[in-house]
């Protein structure tokens, strides 16, 4: 089974899921394609952003929080990521960015498939391509 996100002509982001049957179980290989995008209208995000980057050592270069239902940025203390280059934060729930200015060393941030309505100090990213 796996999780496609498709758009729509009208620009309506939808998420299906495609069911996969083995070949070899004797079962129909056909794919059932099953529209969420109804679910998706009050999708819950991460309640808190406390401890989420405990276990990262603060010189790492990379970080991706793909996938994880964030809403905000808020309280997750990139701030001691001073050698920090690329950040993943791909199909989240956020709507502001904020808190980065002093990623100074980005030059990788991925926002694709949020929810950005408002995008605050950034000037400091200096490296961002």
């Given amino acids: 089974m796996s999780h496609e996100s498709i758009r729509e002509p009208s ?3 939808k998420r299906v899921v495609v069911e996969h049957s083995h070949p070899l179980s004797g079962t129909d290989s056909r794919e059932a394609i099953h529209d ?3 679910d998706e209208v ?3 995000g991460r309640d808190s952003n406390e401890n989420i980057l405990d276990e990262f ?3 790492i270069e990379e970080i991706d929080l793909r996938h994880e239902r ?3 940025l808020e309280g997750i203390g990139f701030e001691r990521f001073t ?3 690329q950040l993943g934060l791909r199909q989240n729930l956020i709507s502001k960015i904020e808190g980065l200015n002093g990623l100074t060393t980005l030059n990788d941030l991925d926002l694709y498939d949020n929810r950005i309505t408002c995008i605050e100090n ?3 990213l200096t ?3």
């Fill in 83 to 85: 050698r920090l280059k």
């Fill in 122 to 124: 950034v000037e400091n």
């Fill in 57 to 59: 050592p603060d010189d």
């Fill in 127 to 129: 490296g961002l391509t």
């Fill in 42 to 44: 009050d999708e819950p």
């Fill in 36 to 38: 969420h995008s109804e």
């Fill in 70 to 72: 964030l809403k905000t």
């Fill in 11 to 13: 620009g309506v982001q």
